[in-house]
């Protein structure tokens, strides 16, 4: 799905892009049914990350880049959906404008992705120029622990360590003049993790003459205690 607050203004446009595809992984299809990235003025503030690398195969795009971690999807217990598996589908439930509200709302079902869940449907709403809502309600017949990754181009700082003011566990991310403000508003997170290394090194296991360089890019981990319903609520703010 593709959500725009503005598409006739391009500088002032919140573009929000999501996946739910019934085809599920494999071949060239990663691992990424949920995920979503976030443009401000068609610039990238959330993204999915990894690499190539020397070519199609090599150890960081097999076990970094195809993988669930590596997008803007949830982890349940640390594991998310399975490359090898075409079943693992997902499916846009509805698409469209709020008549009441103008918001720019998405509805997808992950749940065939994740057999360790009962339910997994993510809601994501443009409310307006500067404010995207995304809503999770999960739920698993025992209690486990959601991984909530965003992946980011620039480094991301925890909000809360240098602002007393701001809501505990705020991301702040600053890229090419925007600055993006994320903030768990419901749900039980626990633990905001930043970090600037792949899993997977982009050059592991490659013979150092066909080493190659890209720019870095940036990972925060959210994760919330044990339940067995989760109702989860973020809002992405964007200034500038």
């Not at 739910?20 to 299809?29: C, L, M, T, V, Y």
């Not at 925007?178 to 993790?193: A, S, Y």
Request: aromatic share 10%; charged share 20%.
């Amino acid at each position: 799905v593709s959500l725009h607050s503005n598409r006739r203004y391009a500088a002032g446009d919140l573009h929000l892009m999501a996946r739910a595809s019934k085809f599920g992984p494999g071949s060239h299809r990663q691992p990424d049914n949920g995920s979503f990235a976030l443009f401000s003025g068609g610039i990238a503030l959330i993204c999915p990350s990894g690499y190539f690398g020397r070519a199609y195969g090599t150890k960081h795009h097999m076990q970094w880049l195809n993988t669930t971690k590596a997008h803007n999807a949830i982890l349940v217990d640390g594991i998310g959906q399975d490359f090898s598996n075409f079943r693992h589908t997902a499916k846009i439930v509805s698409c469209g404008i709020e008549p009441a509200s103008g918001q720019r709302i998405a509805v997808l079902d992950m749940t065939d992705s994740y057999p360790m869940l009962e339910k997994w449907v993510r809601t994501f709403r443009v409310a307006d120029g500067h404010t995207v809502i995304i809503e999770d309600e999960i739920r698993a017949d025992h209690p486990v622990e959601i991984t909530y990754p965003l992946h980011t181009l620039s480094k991301p700082a925890d909000c809360h360590a240098i602002e007393s003011d701001v809501p505990p566990l705020s991301l702040s991310v600053w890229r090419h003049g925007k600055h993006l403000i994320v903030t768990p508003d419901d749900g039980c997170f626990e633990e905001l993790t930043l970090c600037d290394r792949f899993d997977v090194d982009l050059n592991e296991g490659e013979p150092e003459q066909f080493h190659v360089q890209m720019p870095g890019q940036y990972h925060a981990y959210y994760k919330t205690a044990k339940k067995s319903e989760h109702h989860l609520r973020v809002v992405f703010r964007v200034y500038g």
